[in-house]
């Protein structure tokens, strides 16, 4: 409630119904673009610090190998900051999640190096040991009722603690080739050697296919419905341009090594929690609890059990994360994860999640993560000192976060 | 030709495309109480604002003389330095604070060396309450006294800040009626000392009470400002609604069916003081398509006997039995009760019944989304379909169910959190104070619908502090005190004089 004053409806409707401006069909569309991009604020800032970085890196940004780089590179933040905007929604934090990916990551060089157990093997315990870990902290949270705040910053001590003593102060490598594809391998050539690769064109092509079928049919459904649509001419013109940087990224990876498996990984999760979070009643539990905790026990919710399976969520991902971390170096290591838990959270909050929680999505979550991914990448090619990578990223998340705070208020939203 | 401390003249503020205020004319005389009535939305709160200064000078049109000169406030600290100070409804104390200390927030007594003086602070504070007739030691902390009390602590911070023009924002809105009663004598006893007020409520009989005034706002506009003896609250409800209303209450003639819900030896204690029996050995029962009623003062566990019941929300160490058609159900958690048939409305909208920052279609499904559940995923067109049409049956004043619900006003969000549980389609709707805060217009819509679920053979049990209210909508009413049933009349045997006996009813010791 951060405007003092806004006007309720019923104000509007009792004065207002004889002042309507007049507005014609033009000004009419204009303003739903324009209210349109403001909503998608950060993806036009996504653009914008590409945009700007391919100027300032003379194009390398851009490159085949960089834009691999980029995805590879970031790819356990962004499946961190998946499972941390959920947790943010409801109203939450997570600080633990870069020691558990650190302790998940130690387990699994035992599993996998010290005891020599099959790969799948060891992919699968350590996912069970970071659910394990998840429900740890949920018990704690959600049946005990410690703030998560305080839970987790506990368990950012107990799981940095045990990935030490996991480790006994070495390092474990190396990793059998199939683990190490979570984080390096790629995937391509199944069709033999080509300029292009045809597998990551044909993927390319099929997103592009699915994601137009969907938007077509969510928009059929809703004029069937008869719910307002936004204009066609901007609903084709969205749909052409998003194509356009899918096909480019596609192209992009083709003509390098193929699609990152790691890609493939977060391409599935995005999927997956976008449907969750959008469309299932899990999901919509998680925003009614972030937006009135009391409203929504009184309304039947369970919230301390969507709590405990938030965090068990939380905690699968950052094994997850802690495995596609420790394949990429080929090395579990005792400085593994640091720092993961501030990216993730910037990511969540660069992407439009409210502090106060109720407001949040998966998507945004993913673009405020590759913000921040193409702000590392770019920087560093450009040979800017990691004290100066620190100091931006930190003024980012500030002025990303200012904006959306002056824009609900400028709109007039809670 | 009178003496006019405050004249607002030809106030018109607009908003980007609506018109809130439309040439309002106010003129307030210097020593008198003045009421302004209005539904909600009218435009009062908005004219108050404009008048302290929340919408500085250069945001409306107009011009504001105060005290024969032409004022124009930047900010509220303008217009509190003149002596012009608002209470709104919702108290801007801070809890954890001292009485003394909230009186003189951003006013501190300072001594030598600009430290705060504690003896001077308490000292000037003890005077002040003294003033407004609250017997409490200047240092308690404010979360530990009434709602009642803290009313009086606003006051006494006005007092502080050498008041002329004292604006009372429903002042009585949260409080029970001997709280409202010293209230209302306080503000009589400060025209007394000269200080001219203006009170701003839906309750008329308080109106008629306290005001020597009563100026009318309706769609922006001023109606009409009405001398004291000429107020009736037939007109006032004319002016505000724009029509006659023949009967505050709607027609309703119950057609009882079989006994759906019976309550028996309920007993909860206090959720902290386990040894403190709130709801008291209550028995009760509501038959198909009965409106019943439950009468009591404030504290006197009404709300806490409703939350006990759904869910065991509220208490501890709750016991008794709980009968659906003859059948004992359980209701030991919310989804529990849901699930057996019974809802509840809370009394208290924005913290326990809305998801403020959510939209009106969301907030509807919000207790039924396994309902629109289709392979695991939520049917969202069909979430829309439904919220739509509750939008339409219930009259929700919004351009279109993608509003969020913080945006509407009392009456319109009390509509959405029906619909919400019209939806979730109990056996028995308990209703907390379903009219609290909300204008006459929008009172009477929602006994109509009422009236329309209890036609359609459900059971309901209304709470409410109005008597009139309960006298007027409900079949049979049950008296409630110190935790304990004390009474229980059919509507035509129940008068506000027996009820209130039974209300005030002591336990013996």
């Known amino acids: 409630m951060s405007n003092p004053n806004p006007p309720t409806i019923e104000e509007s409707h009792a004065a207002g119904s004889n002042i309507n401006p007049v507005q014609n069909k033009f000004t009419d569309r204009l303003t739903h673009v324009l209210s349109d991009l403001g909503r998608n604020g950060i993806f036009i800032a996504l653009i914008a610090v590409v945009v700007l970085f391919s100027f300032l890196t003379d194009g390398i940004l851009l490159r085949p190998q960089n834009i691999s780089n980029l995805v590879v590179q970031n790819g356990y933040i962004l499946v961190l900051a998946i499972g941390m905007v959920m947790v943010i929604i409801a109203g939450h934090i997570d600080l633990s999640v870069g020691s558990v990916a650190a302790f998940v990551g130690a387990c699994s060089g035992v599993f996998a190096v010290q005891w020599g157990l099959p790969w799948w093997l060891a992919v699968v315990l350590s996912l069970v040991i970071g659910a394990l870990v998840g429900v740890w902290q949920g018990f704690w949270i959600a049946y005990v009722g410690i703030p998560a705040f305080i839970v987790t910053l506990a368990g950012m001590l107990i799981f940095r603690g045990l990935a030490l003593v996991v480790l006994g102060n070495a390092n474990i490598g190396s990793f059998p080739t199939e683990y190490r594809a979570l984080g390096n391998g790629f995937l391509s050539n199944v069709f033999g050697e080509f300029e292009l690769d045809p597998l990551t064109l044909g993927v390319g092509a099929l997103a592009i296919v699915i994601l137009v079928v969907q938007q077509v049919r969510t928009r059929r459904g809703r004029v069937k419905y008869s719910q307002d649509v936004e204009p066609l001419a901007w609903f084709i013109t969205k749909l052409v341009l998003i194509s356009a940087a899918i096909g480019f990224f596609a192209y992009a990876l083709a003509s390098y090594k193929g699609i990152p498996v790691t890609l493939i990984i977060l391409g599935v999760l995005v999927l997956v929690y976008s449907i969750v979070m959008n469309r299932t009643v899990f999901g919509r539990h998680i925003y009614a609890i972030g937006g009135n905790r009391h409203a929504a026990e009184l309304s039947g919710i369970k919230t301390r059990r969507v709590d405990f399976w938030l965090f068990v969520n939380m905690g699968f991902l950052a094994a997850l994360a802690g495995l596609i971390f420790t394949a990429r170096l080929n090395l579990a290591g005792p400085k593994a994860g640091d720092g993961f838990e501030l990216e993730a959270i910037s990511a969540a909050f660069i992407g439009g999640a409210a502090v106060q929680g109720g407001v949040g999505t998966i998507g945004g979550a993913i673009i405020g993560g590759l913000i921040i991914g193409v702000l590392n990448n770019g920087m560093s090619i450009m040979g800017i000192g990691i004290e100066w990578q620190q100091a931006v990223k930190g003024l980012v998340l500030l002025l990303a976060v200012a904006f959306d705070v002056y824009n609900k208020r400028r709109s007039g939203g809670h | ?509």
């Open chain 2, 1 to 509: 030709m009178t003496n006019h401390i405050l004249e607002m003249r030809g106030i018109t503020k607009t908003f980007p495309g609506v018109k809130a205020l439309a040439n309002v004319n106010l003129g307030v005389e210097r020593g008198e109480v003045h009421a302004i009535c209005g539904e909600n939305g009218a435009g009062k709160s908005t004219l108050m604002k404009v008048l302290s200064g929340v919408y500085p000078h250069g945001t409306y049109d107009g011009a504001i003389v105060f005290e024969g000169e032409e004022v124009e406030f930047k900010d509220l600290t303008d217009s509190e330095a003149k002596g012009i100070v608002i209470i709104h409804q919702e108290l801007a104390l801070s809890p954890y604070l001292s009485i003394a200390e909230n009186i003189f927030l951003n006013n501190e007594q300072k001594g030598a060396g600009g430290l705060i003086d504690w003896n001077k602070t308490n000292f000037e504070a003890s005077k002040l309450l003294a003033r407004v007739g609250l017997k409490e030691n200047p240092t308690t902390k404010i979360r530990e006294i009434g709602v009642g009390k803290q009313q009086l602590v606003e006051i006494a911070k006005a007092l502080s800040k050498r008041v002329k023009l004292l604006i009372l924002d429903e002042p009585t809105a949260a409080l029970n009626d001997e709280d409202s009663d010293h209230l209302l004598d306080l503000i009589l006893h400060l025209k007394g000392q000269g200080i001219t007020s203006i009170i701003i409520s839906h309750k008329l009989n308080e109106i008629k009470k306290v005001a020597d005034t009563v100026t009318v706002i309706r769609d922006g506009k001023t109606i009409e400002t009405i001398a004291k003896q000429d107020v009736t609250e037939d007109r006032i409800i004319k002016d505000m609604v724009g029509r006659d209303l023949e009967h505050r209450y709607p027609d309703h003639t119950p057609h009882l069916g079989e006994e759906l819900l019976r309550v028996e030896d309920w007993t909860a204690h206090h959720p902290q003081d386990t040894s403190r029996v709130v709801v008291d050995n209550v028995n009760l029962n509501v038959r198909a398509g009965e409106i019943v009623g439950i009468a009591g003062l404030m504290g006197a566990g009404r709300t806490e006997f409703a939350m006990s019941l759904f869910g065991h929300s509220y208490g501890s160490r709750i016991s008794g039995k709980v009968f659906l058609r003859g059948k004992e159900i359980k209701t030991r958690t919310v989804a529990e009760a849901i699930q057996n048939g019974i809802a509840y409305a809370t009394e208290d909208r924005k913290t326990y019944g809305l998801n403020l920052i959510e939209d009106i279609k969301r907030n509807i499904s919000m207790a039924s989304l396994k309902k629109l559940e289709k392979y695991g995923l939520v049917h969202d067109n069909e979430e829309y379909a439904v919220a739509n049409e509750y939008r339409k049956s219930m009259n929700i004043k919004a351009p279109s169910v993608l509003v969020k619900t913080g945006k509407l006003s009392g009456g319109n969000q009390q509509k959405v959190v029906l619909s919400k549980w019209i939806y979730a389609d109990p056996d028995v709707l308990i209703l907390d104070e379903p009219t609290r805060g909300i204008d006459v217009g929008a009172k009477y819509e929602i006994y109509t619908i009422i009236n329309k679920l209890a036609a359609a053979g459900k059971g309901i049990i209304v709470i409410s502090s109005e008597l009139p209210e309960l006298l007027g909508i409900c079949d049979r009413v049950y008296a409630l005190s110190e935790g304990r049933i004390t009474g229980e009349l059919p509507v035509e045997e129940a008068t506000p004089e027996s009820m209130l006996k039974l209300m005030t009813m002591e336990k013996p010791r």
